[in-house]
């Protein structure tokens, strides 16, 4: 019986090595330019434990010339699925790829200077010009913590005081996903790119390290692109952060710089009412819907339907409210009569606020829009 017992435990202590050892699987081992690597990560230990999120970082390194790529990808109940398509560019060789898992999410902490114990508006738009708007609490020190993001690529954040507020509003932000951290499940395998090139043995590849430090220092947050020109500063400011359809355009401009018309009023859309002949703003439940008057009558009959779209930071807002942005927070607003051919229905008109940036050589005092790396997008082109 005891020898019964004894076996079994060896069978399973067996098992849940080899489990270990196999838990990412590769489609292949030897691939060409062109062709798309398949990984797949399953870890049911995780979901066993209740560890519903988590992320998986891929860490590549060409073991000849060391050059490096770094991925992370959202791990949902113990999974994780990705495609790398191999681009021309990559050079035949050999690669490391290393797997490492965190248990932890993606999110933001964050602090504020002017804001402590108050509460911040902040809209997420993603690299598909999705938006989402919500609300964040600071604690009494001005910290907050936003947890469980789910984004592919890049993300803006702007943030804004909730309150109506003169002082310029400062958030200083970090990711932990981009710090260093220590991984309970670690895997690297080497594949080849190219059919003439030498396998590595068995015992090189399980004593592969990577340097976690050196691949988590590619993330950096982008810092903010200033520049001084002999104008005004919406003039400096339009040419500056007004890009593609955007710019070009037969607008109307309202002055948030140095004009205090605009931060002296409680909401945007306030201060744009009877400021736009012919715009009419309708507020029901708490969300606004604009119309842009054709002749003498608006297009636009039912007060449910909206023909002019609202953008911030040239991301379109799905969900008009009067705390899209703190009147306070705001650099410019341009009024784009239709059609303003901003979006696939290029009837409507449009406006675009946008919110205050640096633009000159001093340093920036309202820090309060970010670009942030979240996750690898799930198929993508290895170059």
Same mark, same amino acid.
Request: charge should be positive.
């Given at each position: ?6 076996? &079994? ?26 062709? &798309? ?45 990705a495609d790398l398509i191999i681009d021309s560019t990559i050079s ?13 999410? *993606? ?36 910290? *907050? ?14 943030f804004s005081i909730a309150k109506l507020n003169r002082d310029p ?130 297009? &636009?009959?039912?007060? &449910? ?43 409507k008109g449009a406006i675009a606020i946008y919110s205050k940036r ?14 942030? *790396? ?10």
């Amino acid at each position: 019986m005891r020898k019964l017992i004894l076996s &079994t435990l060896l069978l399973l202590c067996a098992y849940i090595s080899l489990s270990q050892d196999r838990f990412i699987q590769f489609d292949k081992t030897r691939y060409e330019r062109g062709d &798309t690597i398949s990984v797949s990560c399953h870890l049911p230990s995780y979901k066993a434990d209740d560890i519903h999120l988590a992320t998986m970082y891929l860490f590549v390194e060409n073991i000849d010339t060391k050059q490096k790529w770094s991925y992370r990808y959202p791990m949902l109940e113990g999974l994780s699925n990705a495609d790398l398509i191999i681009d021309s560019t990559i050079s035949q060789g050999r690669y490391a790829f290393t797997f490492q898992v965190r248990k932890q999410f *993606f999110g933001v902490n964050g602090n504020t200077k002017n804001t402590n114990g108050s509460q911040l508006n902040y809209v997420m738009q993603t690299k598909n010009s999705q938006s989402h708007f919500d609300k964040i609490n600071t604690d009494r020190n001005g910290r *907050f913590v936003l947890k469980d993001l789910l984004f592919e690529d890049t993300c803006n954040f702007i943030f804004s005081i909730a309150k109506l507020n003169r002082d310029p509003l400062q958030v200083t932000i970090r990711t932990p996903l981009d710090s260093a951290f220590t991984s309970d499940t670690s895997l690297t395998k080497i594949i080849y790119i190219g059919q003439q090139i030498q396998t590595i043995t068995k015992e090189k590849e399980e004593s592969y390290q990577a340097d976690q430090h050196s691949f988590l220092s590619m993330n950096t947050l982008p810092e903010v692109v200033v520049s001084g020109r002999y104008k005004s500063k919406i003039e400096q400011f339009n040419e500056t952060y007004s890009t593609g359809l955007f710019s070009n355009l037969s607008e109307k401009i309202f002055d948030g710089m140095e004009d205090t018309r605009i931060s002296s009023n409680q909401n945007i859309f306030l201060f744009l009412e009877g400021r736009v002949p012919d715009l009419q703003i309708v507020l029901l439940n708490g969300v606004y819907y604009l119309h842009w008057r054709e002749g003498q009558t608006f297009t &636009t009959k039912k007060s &449910t339907l909206s023909n002019v779209d609202v953008f911030v930071d040239e991301r379109l807002i799905d969900r008009v409210t009067a705390d899209i942005i703190n009147p306070n927070e705001v650099a410019m607003i341009k009024i784009i009569p239709p059609p303003a051919y901003l979006t696939s229905l290029g009837g409507k008109g449009a406006i675009a606020i946008y919110s205050k940036r640096d633009i000159t050589n001093a340093p920036n005092t309202n820090k309060n829009a970010f670009k942030i *790396f979240g996750y690898s997008p799930l198929v993508a082109r290895w170059k």
